[in-house]
């Protein structure tokens, strides 16, 4: 599964301690996410402003559009995650 954040427009690892998601059955680890750190945060808040002026100029129309790919997205990935949840 792919676990980088987004980040303005590029995708990145965190680079802080791996939190290990377990099997609470079993025990086994079903993935490892590694956190972000601090500079990544600030990096992540920073692009979130940036980005607020051009987003709220934006006509409704374009945001539904936006929006419905994402639902696309995550639909497409809906039954790992269901799978993902009922393990964990």
Same mark, same amino acid.
């Given at each position: 599964m792919h676990t980088d954040m987004?980040? @303005?427009a590029?995708? +990145?690892a965190g680079t802080e301690i791996e939190e290990t998601i377990l099997n609470p059955r079993t025990g086994e680890t079903i993935l490892s996410v590694p956190e972000a750190s601090q500079g990544q945060v600030d990096a992540a808040v920073a692009a979130a402003r940036r980005a607020f002026e051009g987003w709220s100029r934006t006509t409704p129309s374009e945001r539904? @559009?936006?929006?419905? !790919?994402? /639902?696309? !997205?995550? *639909? %497409? +990935? %809906?039954? *790992?995650? /269901?799978r993902l949840e009922a393990l964990n």
């Open positions: 987004l980040i @303005g590029k995708f +990145e539904s @559009g936006y929006l419905l !790919r994402i /639902a696309d !997205r995550i *639909e %497409a +990935e %809906a039954l *790992e995650f /269901a």
